[in-house]
């Protein structure tokens, strides 16, 4: 699976919109791009994904950019529950295939 | 989305003792469930893979013997941590998989602390 690369922490402001980069620039064709999030002690909560499309979910979008060598996961809103870590993985879909986690970006909301 | 549950969500037990975590896929079936560890301020790292009536596929550096895998139902995989030891303490999740999904459902988790 393509490896990923994600800064390892961000401020946001309460109310306004996150924006959380991963760069993952040997992607393959057959590979999607998901993002999870892990509040603190507990399981990994699944966002949204996507292969080339820009989704949208109630949770937040997902902009993928045209040469998918890039990504960004945006909560349009940002709330204090949003504080966690966020985890962008590549890998095919339809599969078995493991997940492997990398550092992820540690999202603090600030009131 | 789907939901999967874990028992217990915190154990605590004595050192050399063996302790078996569930994990379970409440409203689906699940082809494929997967164990992960997770140290203190680190990232979850995968432990193995286990198919429905497979034997578990175990990622490099990590003792099949040590960490049993059961994935004996559609619905259930145990993971047992035999002769448990203080560098054993960690954050246990499960994942699972069912061929309707694309994207994986994780449990919340069991805190494992070895005295």
């Known amino acids: 699976d393509a490896k990923t690369t994600q800064p390892t922490s961000m401020d946001c402001a309460e109310g306004r919109a996150a924006n959380l980069p991963c760069n993952h620039s040997?992607?393959?064709?057959?590979?999607?791009v998901y993002w999870y999030r892990q509040i603190h002690s507990q399981g990994p909560q699944y966002i949204i994904h996507?292969?080339?499309n820009n989704e949208t979910n109630e949770m937040a979008s997902l902009i993928i950019t045209e040469d998918r060598k890039s990504s960004t996961l945006i909560l349009p809103h940002a709330t204090l529950r949003d504080t966690a870590v966020y985890y962008c993985?590549?890998?095919?879909?339809?599969?078995?295939?493991?997940?492997?986690f990398g550092t992820g970006t540690s999202l603090t909301v600030i009131p | 989305g789907a939901v999967v549950s874990q028992h217990p969500s915190r154990v605590i037990c004595k050192s050399g003792t063996s302790v078996k975590i569930e994990c379970r896929s409440l409203d689906f079936q699940a082809t494929t469930m997967f164990w992960y560890r997770q140290f203190p301020k680190q990232s979850l790292m995968l432990m193995a893979t286990s198919n429905e009536g497979s034997k578990a596929t175990y990622e490099q550096g990590v003792e099949k013997d040590k960490f049993l895998i059961n994935h004996a139902s559609l619905t259930l995989s145990t993971l047992t941590v035999t002769s448990a030891h203080p560098e054993d303490s960690s954050f246990y999740i499960c994942s699972a998989r069912g061929v309707e999904y694309n994207e994986q459902f994780f449990g919340p988790g069991t805190r494992l602390t070895v005295l």
């Open positions: 996507g292969l080339k």
């Open positions: 040997t992607i393959s064709g057959n590979e999607y």
């Open positions: 993985i590549v890998r095919v879909a339809n599969t078995g295939n493991q997940f492997y």
